[in-house]
């Protein structure tokens, strides 16, 4: 059972929007950073969203991150078959003193 | 260019020992918290633990499900990162991420050793 929850999966079609979200408490989302990661199968995560909505430079401008209150939300614009992939959101918990992550959102482009 | 290369993993019996050592090149080592990040098989990541820099006095966190049994080290004069697993359970069965920490969080991973506790 993971600290933050997200959706197990999501889809779309390409040229659609998909929005995944990251649900948590006062003691993490609330409290800290949103980061948001991309991962291929068989390969190491890598940064999508940093800053809660800013992204790092090579990224998309398809990507975008928000955040409010507890809960946090990456959307996909223009969506490609490129994007599938699964998705984490991450931040750092107070109260348990440890880094968080979601369980991860498997994205499928139908 | 950022790399973080890992090594060390390996087949092990449970309750046995290993260390896993990351090399880190194209940034300045010292000045970056780093972490250990896990993923077992078909799961999800899980967060290992971290240790600061030099002005934190190399402070460590760990979660939970590790606090006791690893120790994260570095050594900065060779860039140089380290995860000493001791009493290996079955379930810490993984690729094990070395990662570079940011103000905003985890923003660089290298591309992981696969451990395997096994008997």
């Known amino acids: 059972q993971s600290v933050l929850t997200q959706p197990p999966s999501a889809s779309g079609t390409p040229g659609q929007t998909v929005t995944i979200s990251c649900s948590g408490s006062?003691?993490?989302?609330?409290?800290?950073?949103i980061t948001w990661y991309q991962q291929f199968p068989g390969t190491a995560p890598r940064l999508v969203i940093h800053?809660?909505?800013q992204r790092p430079s090579g990224v998309p401008d398809r990507f975008s991150g928000s955040k409010s209150g507890t809960s946090a939300s990456l959307a996909i614009s223009g969506l490609q078959s490129g994007d599938e992939a699964v998705y984490y959101c991450s931040t750092w918990d107070a109260t348990l003193n440890e880094r968080v992550f979601g369980g991860g959102t498997r994205l499928t482009v139908l | 260019e950022v790399q973080l290369v890992e090594s060390g993993g390996g087949v092990v019996q449970p309750g046995e020992s290993l260390r896993l050592s990351c090399g880190a090149s194209?940034?300045?080592?010292?000045?970056?918290?780093m972490d250990w990040v896990r993923q077992a098989p078909g799961k999800g990541l899980e967060w290992v633990g971290r240790i600061t820099g030099r002005p934190q006095s190399y402070s460590t966190d760990y979660a939970a499900s590790v606090r006791g049994r690893f120790i994260i080290s570095r050594d900065d004069s060779n860039n140089s990162l380290f995860l000493q697993m001791s009493s290996l359970k079955i379930e810490d069965t993984a690729i094990y991420y070395c990662?570079?920490?940011?103000?905003?969080?985890?923003?660089?991973w290298g591309q992981g050793t696969l451990v395997t506790v096994s008997s």
């Open positions: 800053y809660d909505d």
């Open positions: 006062t003691s993490n989302i609330g409290y800290s950073i």
């Open positions: 990662a570079r920490d940011t103000v905003s969080g985890i923003d660089f």
């Open positions: 194209g940034f300045t080592f010292s000045r970056h918290y």
